[in-house]
């Protein structure tokens, strides 16, 4: 939460003339400018789909009627705003950059961008996908949309992580990758949700598989992103309690 009362306390500083005279400075996120009929766009991997909970499991059953408890879902109905989902199983940063055109048709005011745990499974090295989300951020700011952080990956997870693991091969990977999204929302001033997991891995009553949560982990997935954005959506008027 420090780096969102920080976002909101340092809005108009950091547009003040020192960062007129460095001309490196990188420009910090405003407000958030929301329009009638707009949107939120939550940009992601298999985890903002949702799979695992409910009929978001393969093979795909078009007769289920299971409710969806996926975090943009469920965020949706707490916020009463209209979130679109634009999670895709797989997806890399990479990828994620590549769907921006589609992100900006729903005409968002707040972009939510989980990505990272695809590119660290692949191999993808930490500095590339810094690169993406670089991209990702940047075109989104310079179409006047505001981007939140969604961290998968948090020291906690390496050390609740079950003997065995595939993770536990990645820790200093993993790891990187929790300290590259924190620096970029300290560099770019986002707020960040420093840990979608928290509470939730590895707990087997809340785990589909070996790295996606079921339908009562994605509702508390959903709160961890609540809590993490908490003083950000409240300033900006998203949410109230």
């Given at each position: 939460m420090k780096r969102v009362v920080l976002l909101i306390a340092l809005l108009c500083v950091a547009c003040g003339d020192k960062g007129a005279d460095n001309p490196l400075a990188v420009e910090r996120q405003g407000a958030v400018q929301w329009r009638e009929g707009q949107t939120i766009v939550a940009l992601g991997t298999s985890l903002t789909f949702g799979f695992g909970a409910g009929c978001k499991v393969f093979p795909f059953d078009r007769d289920c009627a299971l409710s969806d408890s996926s975090y943009p879902a469920t965020l949706a109905s707490r916020l009463k705003l209209p979130v679109v989902n634009l999670g895709v199983p797989g997806a890399t940063t990479r990828d994620g950059f590549l769907r921006m055109t589609e992100a900006l048709t729903h005409d968002p005011a707040l972009a939510l961008v989980e990505l990272g745990a695809n590119d660290l499974f692949q191999g993808v090295l930490v500095a590339d996908a810094r690169a993406n989300l670089v991209m990702i951020i940047d075109r989104f700011r310079r179409a006047g949309v505001a981007v939140a952080l969604l961290s998968f990956s948090h020291p906690d997870m390496i050390d609740?992580?079950?003997?065995?693991?595939?993770?536990?091969?990645?820790?200093?990977?993993?790891?990187?990758?929790?300290?590259?999204?924190?620096?970029?929302?300290?560099?770019?001033?986002?707020?960040?949700?420093?840990?979608?997991?928290?509470?939730?891995?590895?707990?087997?009553?809340?785990?589909?598989?070996?790295v996606h949560p079921n339908g009562r982990g994605y509702l508390l997935m959903e709160g961890n992103v609540v809590r993490g954005l908490h003083g950000f959506l409240v300033a900006n008027d998203l949410y109230s309690e």
């Open positions: 609740h992580t079950p003997p065995g693991h595939r993770l536990l091969d990645q820790k200093a990977e993993a790891l990187a990758y929790h300290h590259m999204l924190g620096a970029l929302a300290d560099e770019f001033g986002l707020p960040i949700v420093e840990y979608i997991f928290e509470d939730i891995w590895w707990k087997e009553e809340l785990m589909f598989d070996s």
